[in-house]
């Protein structure tokens, strides 16, 4: 890659610094001052009441939650999000742009609403109601209905990393492959796989953080039973609802803070690591 | 093995991309597919290796009918003009892959695997870079190892599309007489194309011109040379006369 000077296309010095500050400024004030006040307001009272309101039953509860649905709903994302980008990505076929709209209806749709739909589905006044009743099936305000609002939401996240990679990617080496005899399935492990995996590791870690800190549809679908259906965001709400428990809800905010925090700083060592490789398989 | 194709046709929506090919290929042939662009020669070069569905007629492999085989079944070697090397398999993985995709009944133990490979590559002259990655090669590096790959799955034809294609032209001059060495060594049936005229009549014992979908003539490159059948091939050839003059 030819090197040249940079400088020529630079701003000037001054403008520069602006660009800087202002840019700093508007991500101190919306991003770090809220993350730190978190971590302050949860320590506030002494470490002691700090672990005490993380080890609270309902808490606990509500962390367990949280990470069943999560480890529920990103699994079944991964899968369609590669059978979706690999569909899209590798094949014509007829209804491709329907597909392809469909995926990102989650994105466009208010999270209040996604969660509504179940209960309309399966609400006790829902489509499936009565059926649900009779058979003493229980879906909305219980661990199904959380799962299926939280993985409506984060359904695109896979599928939206991938398809423009394995697109950019072409098809070339999956031709090749089927020539040299691998079938189907086989050129997808050995071939399709190892081009995607970087793409597919960040697309899961985006489907998960969203997955634990969704609020919207899980809140409208669980029925906010503490100790059962509350997950860490309702848990928090339901926290600072309560004067005397103000403490504990940031507390519990912390761990959905620091969650994040782990999510951007595996994102970014992706990119350090793997940052050539992701963007060369774009084909930028 | 004998390649023969029968009245081959294929439709691109509403435009005819080849028009009822018939073509006979005897065993141990190198033939060339020369045309312009939109010819329909890597048409015809994917259908016979069924990377390209087609609407009429029939491909047959021998005695063997291969239009209704999948792209596995029809065991072909293919080489990719832009190489289409496993990015992220080392060069022996690369040219193994095919042997090692084989169903466990007629794969051979991976000792005789790894053997296999590393003979290939010193056919190609690619002795000792069996660890490195397709990156680290240069073009024609990558051009030899995609052969390599191709030939290892010993195939019932070689079929090349563009191959030198994306190669400067020093390069490409050294490969096409290698090409030409590798072929006579292994006698396997290949079948290239180019839209290169010199190419074609410098390497193949007979070349099929092709234009808009149709075959305007088939015969050895000295034939072509001396007899163009049609107005089209006269004027292609005339073309390369005129350049090597120039």
Known sequence: MARYDRRALREPAPVRWLLIAVTLGFLGVFLLLPLITVFVQGLAQGVATYARALTDDDTLASIRLTLLTAAIAVPLNTLFGVAAAWAIAKFEFRGKNLLTTLIDLPFSVSPVISGMVFVLLFGSRGWFGPWLSEHDIKIVFALPGIVLATTFVTFPFVARELIPLMQAQGTDEEQAAMTLGAGGLRTFWHVTMPNIRWGLFYGVLLCNARAMGEFGAVSVVSGHIRGMTNTMPLQVEALYSDPGEYSAAFAVSSLLALLGFVTLMLKNFLEWRHGDELAALRGH | ?246
């Open chain 2, 1 to 246: 093995m004998d390649i023969s194709i029968h009245k081959l046709s294929k439709r691109f929506a509403a435009v005819n991309a080849l028009h009822g090919i018939d073509l006979d290929i005897a065993s141990g042939e190198l033939i060339a597919l020369l045309g312009p662009s939109g010819s329909g020669k890597t048409t015809l070069l994917r259908a016979i290796a069924g990377l390209e569905p087609i609407d009429d007629g029939r491909v047959l492999f021998g005695a063997i009918d291969a239009t209704k085989l999948s792209v596995q079944e029809r065991q072909v070697g293919f080489v990719f003009q832009h190489y289409a090397l496993f990015k992220h398999m080392s060069v022996l993985d690369n040219v193994t892959f095919g042997l090692r995709m084989r169903r466990r009944a007629t794969r051979p133990p991976r000792a005789e695997i790894r053997r296999r490979g590393l003979e290939l590559l010193q056919l190609v002259q690619l002795d000792g870079m069996a660890e490195r990655y397709p990156n680290q090669l240069s073009g024609g590096q990558r051009q030899r190892v995609a052969l390599a790959r191709a030939l290892a799955i010993e195939p019932s034809v070689l079929l090349l599309d563009e191959p030198f294609g994306a190669l400067d032209a020093k390069v490409r001059k050294e490969l096409r007489v290698w090409l030409r060495q590798i072929h006579d060594e292994t006698g396997y049936t290949t079948i290239f194309v180019t839209h290169d005229q010199e190419e074609a009549l410098e390497l193949a014992d007979r070349v099929v011109v092709m234009n808009a979908g149709a075959i305007e003539q088939v015969d050895t490159p000295a034939m072509i040379a001396r007899q163009p059948k049609t107005p089209f091939v006269a004027e292609f050839i005339e073309r390369r006369a005129a350049a090597t003059a120039a």
